[in-house]
């Protein structure tokens, strides 16, 4: 039968929406069941624990759950509660005392990103020695930046896709990902000046 | 000078494959041209190396099934108050709630044992050196509840 199109997963998505709302329990499981590894995913971005990062995917389903009336297809479910869940984490980290870097300024005011050299990770890291690194680093950052590098670097979602989600212009994802980008490599060198180019 | 700056701000665009045709073949042109912009392409393009994929995550066997259930029961979902920073870990609670059970089976069994062992009629009688076992119970249940505070007061 093939993988369904973009189309068919979102008429599929509304039908279990709505069936869901006329009271079928096993509709909304298929819904957790279709977006669970996404959302669990994502939630590992921001922590590395996976007590939290379940708890954030729960709480984000459960606040989808009674939602659900004010769903109405304009986007994707997948984008609604993508968004969801992204507000979630920084709910939860607040309340377990684990808040996410905000800049006391707004980032996005402070002077021009200037790019920087060349970094690159050394040949002999492990993936994993790799990505324990860039959450590192990820962390640092003030959150519109680490939320707009993770959508588009490990989500790999297109520009548009993330003005959707965060409510944005593509104009504003494009600089708002020029400036992370920059900030990333300076908080990478600062962190880890043995990664700056010779 | 001013062209490249302006190139510049195009190329992570253009490596996220966001551009047109129409935006990206003269950055395209520009880039063979320009020694500089092609060092500066190459330093956007090496932080993707750092955005590797992931292994698959792990989800807890049941979620789905779980979350749906507790959905149409009404649970709110809300995590509980939030942790005091000096809270017990997860790990420690389950050692305090598994101490004080193991506490309460032993006292039960205790005096269950104790019951067993009441001496009837004429065998009724104080004995010095009989140790009431609900005070060594009861000792235990002490030094098991300060070994647990201790271990909180570390944390």
Known sequence: MGTPTMEQAQVEDGQLVQETLDGNRMSFQLLVERYQDRLFSLARHYTRNPVDAEDIVQEAFMKAYR???SFDGRSSFYTWIYRITVNTVLDVMKRRGRSP??????????????????????????????????????????EIFRTALVLR????????????????????VESRLFRARAKFKQKLLSLYPEFGED | MDDCKQQQTLIPSYLDGELSEAQAAPLRQHLLACQGCRNAAQGERSLKAWFQAEA??????????????????????????????????????????????????????????????LPSGDRLRADSDTLQPLDQVLRELDAANATAERATDRK
């Open chain 1, 153 to 172: 670097e490990f989500e790999e979602m297109s520009y548009q896709a993330i003005a959707d989600m965060l409510g944005i212009s593509i104009g504003t």
């Open chain 2, 56 to 117: 698959a995550v792990t989800v807890p066997v049941g979620f789905a099934a779980r979350i749906a259930r507790r959905a149409f029961e009404g649970d709110t979902g809300e995590l509980d108050a939030p942790l005091p920073a000096n809270a017990p870990t997860p790990i420690l609670r389950f050692v305090l709630t598994a101490t004080a059970v193991a506490a309460g089976l032993l006292l039960v069994l205790s005096v269950a044992l104790r019951s067993s062992e």
């Open chain 1, 67 to 69: 939602r659900l009336a």
């Open chain 1, 101 to 142: 870097v905000q800049s006391v300024e707004d980032p996005e005011l402070v002077g021009e990103a200037r790019p920087v050299a060349c970094v690159t990770p050394d040949a002999k890291l492990h993936t994993e020695e790799i990505s324990e690194i860039t959450h590192r680093v990820l962390e640092e950052l003030p």
